[in-house]
């Protein structure tokens, strides 16, 4: 069985599933369309999990067969979030690196007045 082979009856596993598990409810008088919302909820955390396991088992699948292509995308991925996060600590600090480069130059003189003529004082 060639790979193409295998993958298409992975895709259709799930629905076929799905089919006979609602055949089984209604053989079983427990079908679905007797809830008041149109589903029972134990079917739909079964059939996540079903889901879940599934797309999790292709996924395993494609990452042994390209590991080059998932160490790029994972190096890629943590080099987005480090530098994002690098971006963000230094905005969050930029305030502070400017107030103490100022109070180096000036002191802790907020505000400093001069005026134009040395020898006159400001009124105000």
Known sequence: MSDEEELELLKDEPERKMREMRHREKMDGKASDN?????????????GSERFRYGSKLSWREIKRNKTTFCLGISANFLVVLITTLLITLLSN????????????GGQIDFDVHSAHHNQRLNY
């Open 35 to 47: 809830s008041p919302f149109g589903f029972n909820w134990k079917d739909l955390l079964r059939n």
């Open 94 to 105: 930029t305030p502070i690196v400017f107030l103490s480069l100022s109070e180096m130059q």
